[in-house]
């Protein structure tokens, strides 16, 4: 099975976690924090702003179920793009919304998408970030999963019913 990676930060990451963790083709997800200026940074740490790391999701994928270009169409139903530093209730640096590529072609199918995402929507500027994914640290584990283990916990998107063959759907067999 083919499988590849792609960052994503969209405020919370319990919720961004849990959206995508409900799409057939997503095999593994992971929250954490990337581009840190911090080697391996905590929550605390990272809520202080100093860090620069954005509340992201790790997603792995197979290519041959869900596109990028499908999961970033995905991104943009759950986020508000046009709000910097502020989803939902959450705010700060870290609650920032990005894309983070470890490619070119993974940067070609992104600025496909974003540039279509504008166009469709009165060539608005979004406050996405696009970069370069730099690091990626895993979050502390009570954060992984959060939501599957706390189904009443707090979320800022709305959580759709698993996609047979999800995540979520075959751990719930």
Known sequence: MKQEKIVLAGGCFWGVERYFQSLKGVIDTKVGYANSKYENPSYELVCTGLTKAAEAIE?????????????????????????????????????????????????????????????????KPIAVEIEPLKNFFNAEQYHQDYLLKNPYGYCHIPIPEAQEGSIVDKLTK
């Open 59 to 123: 997603i792995v994928f197979n290519p041959e179920e869900i596109s990028l270009k499908d999961l970033l169409d995905e991104y943009f139903k759950i986020i508000d793009p046009y709000s910097l530093n502020k989803q939902g209730n959450d705010v700060g640096t870290q609650y920032r919304t990005g894309i983070y590529y470890t490619n070119n072609q993974e940067k070609k199918i992104i600025d496909e998408v974003v540039n279509e995402f504008i166009a469709q929507h009165g060539n």
